[in-house]
């Protein structure tokens, strides 16, 4: 998307409105960049309209930055509530906040919303952005005087009780120190034409919404909560621009193409039946090969970096994640406790008390256990321990999505034990070690994030153990050279973490891989190693899981490459398409030479003509299809033809041989052209 060109500061003098203080210098008041809204010294926006006490330096915040973009997102939401009024007078107000990319308003109405409810909606509010009203803010003077007027409102009603409650961030419309509410006024007669309960801040008018348009709507309750209010919601996205909003849109349907679950079904890779329960994939037999890839790519890269293979259980008994800590502040992402091992007499008497045991949610206890195993020298420092440990998490059913958010998931999951001064290096060679995998699979623009402790009382261990631990994290970011984002409050409740996002073919932005360091694992455990002066010491525990999880990665490889998977990972990678039946045994031959170079490849040898076969096959995205007809046949060659639509055409047989297991074994990620494969005979679509 465009990025604003204006970054200006400026003093707004008291008694003066800052649109007006702005209109001194000539910023932008139309298009992309646009000043919408100003911001303060401590990061609070602030209406156009607004006149502060005193001289106050604050920056002009433009339409296209993200600030300014979630300005005009929660002024187009307002707009949506005042078209569904008007359309729908019954209809009563939730809340309307902006969101990535977009916004949406709750309305309780007396009927889902139709297709055709949300078309006539958006023209509404085409009109009435037309039209230019204008916001004002207001105060109320008292709880009382919001009341009276929002009588009819009772959600409305709610949040004004909650007004002043000790944790005011449920109330997302209403806050600061004042209770107040946003009109929209007619810009000729100042005549109030609809308002709403709302902390601010909003564009000066409705044309400041250059692109609307709503997108959906769904189901949904008051504030999240299924024991409360049946609602509707409508989503909508806006933007700076039309232009910025079809790059969007366009951003979107290709995202809908690229879907793993639609793709996963399409291409037979995986599914989540019904019977076996939410957020529980199976994966099918052409799915089970590119899983296996990874799994074997992944588990020879970690021998190759010093990794020793372990396995784990599955189930353990309460006390062990007690020990690590994870009970109670895991609790409740993990499924509910078995109560197994209980034994009674035959008059129901408990003859042995029984033991709570927990699916597991997470592999380190565990490799705690391995650790502790027995006495650990300086000397045996790194440790690497790693495994592909399965583990349950009881994700809430909103928000399990596809792969990308399961219940059961394995972890290509490790544990380096090094001394503090072994610290650094190890936490470097793992990032090179994510780096390095996450180019081979294609993936190749990617920034650092760095969660650190918050203030909550979820974290445990000393300021002084978090500050080192934390400036460790960091200085290797740094030295990286990658971008590195602040996430404060994000890390883990043992020690801060470090994520490496990724970006995908269409700029996506996806959290991979992760790296830990964990002082506190180890003093509960009470792990140990002999140092060279013979004194016992602690040593530190790092987490890294690489992929992060093989169902969450595969999941975002679907997407990356939009089904089309480079020839090393794809599940067919060769399939023989004879032009007649008889050049059947010729392209036999051919497959039988390619399979015993471990390529996957099988002839075609179904009743469909050959133009359908070549649909069939590019639309299962097979990134090779050797063609074979009277001439090929004679000359001991066969033809090529790519996804693309390109051919080569009678390339010798061990020659197609080696160029496709070259190809193969080198790992490339990028689909087979009749360019890309060398030089020959080519042309486009012959077939």
């Not at 307002?78 to 902006?98: E, M, R, S, T, W």
């Not at 300086?378 to 399990?400: A, D, M, N, Q, T």
């Amino acid at each position: 998307m465009t990025r604003s060109t204006v970054s200006t500061t400026f003093v707004v003098p008291a008694g003066i409105a800052a649109g007006a203080a702005m209109r001194e210098l000539d910023l932008p008041n139309k298009g992309p960049e646009a000043v919408v809204v100003v911001k303060t010294s401590d990061g609070t926006l602030k209406d156009l309209s607004w006149i502060p006490e005193t001289d106050t330096e604050v920056e002009a915040v433009a339409a296209n930055t993200e600030d300014g973009r979630s300005v005009i997102r929660h002024s187009a939401a307002h707009v949506l509530a005042q078209a569904v009024q008007d359309g729908f007078p019954g209809a009563k107000l939730g809340i309307g906040p902006p969101i990535k990319d977009g916004f949406y308003y709750d309305f309780d109405v007396a009927e889902p919303f139709t297709p055709e409810d949300l078309k006539t909606l958006e023209k509404k509010m085409k009109q009435i952005i037309k039209a230019g009203q204008k916001f004002s803010r207001r105060v109320y003077g008292s709880k009382d005087e919001a009341r009276a007027e929002l009588g009819g409102e009772p959600y409305k009603l709610e949040l004004i009780d909650d007004k002043g409650a000790a944790d005011d961030s449920e109330v997302m419309e209403v806050g600061g120190a004042e209770l107040t509410a946003y009109d929209n006024l007619n810009p000729r007669t100042g005549e109030r034409i609809w308002g709403d309960l709302c902390r601010g801040p909003h564009v000066p008018t409705t044309k400041y919404i250059p692109a609307v348009k709503l997108t959906r709507s769904s189901a949904a309750y008051w504030r999240g909560d299924q024991n409360n209010a049946d609602l509707q919601r409508v989503y909508g996205t806006a933007w700076e621009s039309p232009e910025a909003m079809d790059e969007y849109l366009e951003l979107l349907a290709e995202a809908e193409k690229r879907d793993h679950r639609k793709l996963g079904a399409e291409l037979d890779l995986f599914s989540f039946p019904d019977e076996l329960g939410s957020g529980l994939p199976v994966f099918h037999p052409k799915g089970g090969i590119i899983k296996r890839e990874m799994e074997d790519y992944v588990r020879g890269k970690h021998i190759e970096h010093g990794f020793e293979y372990v396995g784990t259980p599955h189930i353990s008994k309460e006390n062990l994640f007690h020990t690590s800590g994870h009970l109670p502040y895991y609790a409740d992402t993990m499924f509910p406790p078995l109560h197994v091992d209980e034994e009674r007499n035959a008059e129901g008497e408990i003859t042995k008390q029984g033991q709570d045991y927990y699916l597991k949610a997470m592999n380190c206890p565990m490799h705690n256990l391995i650790y502790r195993s027995r006495g650990r020298s300086y000397r045996e420092l790194p440790l690497r321990l790693f495994e592909f440990g399965h583990v349950y998490r009881y994700e809430k059913s909103g928000v399990i999505q596809g792969l990308t958010r399961v219940r059961g998931f394995a972890q290509d999951d490790s544990h380096s034990y090094v001394t503090e001064e072994q610290a650094k290096g190890e936490i470097k060679h793992l990032l090179d070690f994510i780096l390095g995998l996450l180019r081979d699979f294609g993936l190749n623009d990617f920034y650092l994030e760095l969660s650190t402790r918050g203030d909550s009382d979820k974290f445990i261990g000393s300021d002084a153990q978090w500050a080192e631990a934390t400036a460790i994290l960091e200085e290797v970011c740094i030295e990286s050279g990658l971008q590195l984002v602040p996430d404060p409050g994000g890390a883990a409740f043992y020690g801060p973490k470090v994520s490496v996002q990724a970006k995908d073919a269409i700029g996506r932005t996806w959290q991979m891989s992760t790296i830990q360091y964990d002082f506190n694992q180890p003093a509960g455990f009470n792990l140990e190693y002999t140092a060279a002066d013979g004194t016992k010491k602690q040593p530190v525990m790092i987490h890294s899981a690489k992929f992060g999880s093989i169902e969450r990665f595969f999941g975002v490889l679907t997407e990356h490459y939009a089904g089309a998977f480079p020839g090393w990972l794809a599940p067919e990678q060769v399939v023989g398409i004879p032009v007649a039946e008889q050049f059947g045994d010729h392209l036999e031959t051919v497959i039988r030479k390619l399979r015993a170079k471990g390529i996957r490849a099988h002839v075609d040898h179904s009743d469909d003509r050959m133009q359908k076969k070549i649909r069939n096959h590019t639309t299962q995205k097979v990134p090779f299809m050797l063609l074979a007809g009277e001439r090929d046949q004679e000359a001991g060659a066969v033809s090529f033809r790519f996804r693309d639509g390109t051919q080569v055409n009678e390339v010798p047989v061990d020659d197609a041989v080696a160029r496709i297991v070259d190809w193969v074994h080198a790992r490339r990620n990028e689909s087979p052209t009749a360019e890309l494969l060398g030089p020959a005979e080519s042309t486009v679509g012959t077939a």
